[in-house]
């Protein structure tokens, strides 16, 4: 039985997208919360100040603006409770969501992270739990998604077609996660080196690797305002993310054999940072495909 449950929301001038993510919570689970902020510096935002006069709310200062996977690690090192929700801050709960979260992870006694449905604004099922990518699958996402949204590739990846039902997945989004403790810090949190962007993929794959599930559960859904962060520095982010995405491609294909790979994914990667942080389309990538 849990007693008290910790929450943990990395902010960064969140304003009022903080403000209905913990309203959401007063329907989301009918158990006491703990909950963290994770502060990268959002001095002035009066919805951070709001927050922290709530008796179950502490904010945490990281120190500056460290990155997501990086201050999710304060705010979950500032927690004791044996599973810890770690989400964004401009998520909205469903009713019951994280109740329905909490009791997969009952059902899943080898599931270290565990994934609602997220929705867009706009209401489609975003591709929240996916494929570890092959170097085949990846490409040919990264190449034609974000102009043929229904190629086989991004497909395959994201799992877009399959039935919305309870399952294991390669990786889940870290936007909303919940996750046991016990397997979170065997294999040492997120990775601080990503700034932003694939911090959540890296974290999946280790879990995978230390015997761990990751585990979606679409009968918890949640709603994903998405980009309050990022907006502030699109083209910044848009560049972030081809950087995080060439530092877990050659952790993956290291040592001297994948050297030319790596020379041409450097080479493909810096190309399309260069376009997407002109060309908003292609930053954005594929746009989920309504499956409801």
Do not use: K
């Amino acid at each position: 039985m849990i007693d008290r449950l910790a929450v943990v929301t990395v902010t960064y001038f969140p304003g009022e997208s903080l403000t209905g993510f913990l309203a959401s919570l007063d329907a989301a689970t009918t158990r006491p919360l703990d909950i963290v902020l994770a502060d990268n510096g959002s001095a002035g935002d009066e919805a951070v100040e709001a927050a922290a006069r709530r008796r179950d709310v502490r904010v945490i200062s990281t120190g500056g603006n460290i990155g997501y996977g990086a201050a999710a690690n304060v705010g979950v090192q500032a927690t004791t409770s044996e599973l810890v929700v770690v989400s964004n801050p401009d998520i909205i709960w469903g009713a019951g969501a994280l109740d329905d979260l909490l009791d997969a992870a009952r059902r899943w006694p080898d599931g270290a992270a565990f994934g609602p449905l997220i929705r867009t604004p706009e209401g489609a099922t975003y591709p929240s739990a996916r494929a570890l990518p092959s170097l085949g699958r990846g490409i040919g996402h990264a190449l034609c998604g974000w102009w043929w949204p229904s190629n086989p590739w991004t497909a395959s990846y994201r799992h877009e077609r399959g039935a919305l039902v309870e399952r294991r997945a390669g990786w889940l989004s870290g936007s909303c996660l919940l996750l046991r403790r016990a397997a979170f810090d065997e294999v040492g949190g997120f990775d601080p080196s990503y700034f932003m962007y694939f911090e959540d993929l890296d974290l999946g794959e280790r879990l995978q690797r230390a015997g761990w599930q990751n585990i979606y559960v679409p009968s918890a859904a949640v709603r994903h305002e998405g980009g309050h962060a990022t907006s502030r520095d699109a083209r910044r982010m848009a560049a972030e993310h081809h950087r995080s995405a060439l530092r877990y491609l050659s952790r993956r294909y290291a040592g001297w054999r994948w050297l030319p790979l790596r020379l041409a994914l450097r080479a493909g990667l810096g190309l399309r940072s260069a376009i997407a942080v002109r060309v908003r389309r292609v930053a954005e990538g594929a746009r989920p495909q309504r499956r409801d």
